[in-house]
């Protein structure tokens, strides 16, 4: 079946970059995103990814696509404190038609000043 | 920028009795979709909704779970009779199309089942 999976936490220094990653098993995906939920908020849509792309990037954001196997992950250049927060992969298929997204567990990015 | 929106923020409620969330969509946008979070766990999808009907529900969304789109803008999830599990953030979130492309989420209620 579909199923997500993500590391559960990543810590880093302010500056540094972070590599968030996640593998997915529906070979089906046609979009894969991920989102951004700070506490006690809801889920922010970083980016996304369209699964015929290989590489997408959008400012200090870096999404790689590896569809043979599986593997997505997201690249955040000069980590700042603000940016810590729970990320999640999520993948959306194309049975059905309906947009229905399946998410991961989620990795908490601790960014230490 | 557009966003989407849900009331309330926060909902207790007694086991047994019904609730209502509410959603405001984006508003050119055409599918609908109610997430639900339990503490810890992943993003669950409930139910999507397209051109008035459901067009899918997982197997959570039982018939205890019902959705609405009373007028042009309000898009409702109720829960019948809640049960203790019911506990969860709800997440309403609405798309364009094609579906799945984009994706918008609203911040959530936050529902506790006494």
């Known amino acids: 079946g579909e199923d997500v999976e993500q590391s559960l936490f990543l810590s880093v220094r302010e500056g540094d970059s972070s590599v968030i990653n996640c593998t997915y098993t529906d070979s089906s995906s046609t979009y894969l995103y991920w989102y951004k939920q700070e506490p006690g908020a809801g889920l922010q849509l970083l980016t996304y990814?369209?699964?015929?792309?290989d590489m997408k990037q959008d400012q200090r954001l870096t999404v790689l696509l590896n569809k043979k196997d599986k593997h997505l992950s997201l690249r955040i250049a000069d980590t700042q404190t603000g940016d810590s927060a729970i990320y999640f992969c999520a993948e959306s298929t194309d049975s059905g038609n309906t947009g229905k997204l399946i998410f991961g567990q989620g990795t908490t990015l601790q960014v230490k000043p | 920028e557009p966003e989407v929106t849900q009331t309330p923020s926060h909902q207790v409620t007694q086991m047994g009795q019904e609730v209502i969330l509410r959603c405001v969509p984006i508003?050119?946008?055409?599918?609908f979709y109610w997430y639900r979070q339990i503490l810890g766990q992943k993003v669950e999808f409930l139910v999507s909704?397209?051109?008035?009907?459901?067009?899918?529900k997982s197997e959570i969304f039982d018939d205890q779970f019902s959705v609405e789109r009373p007028d042009g803008s309000n898009f409702t999830l109720k829960i019948r009779s809640t049960k203790l599990e019911d506990s969860a953030m709800y997440f309403c979130?609405?798309?364009?199309?094609?579906?799945?492309?984009?994706?918008?989420f609203g911040p959530g209620t936050r529902l506790l089942v006494l």
């Open positions: 909704f397209y051109n008035n009907e459901i067009s899918e």
């Open positions: 508003s050119n946008h055409l599918y």
């Open positions: 979130a609405s798309g364009t199309s094609p579906p799945g492309e984009t994706q918008y």
């Open positions: 990814i369209f699964s015929n792309m």
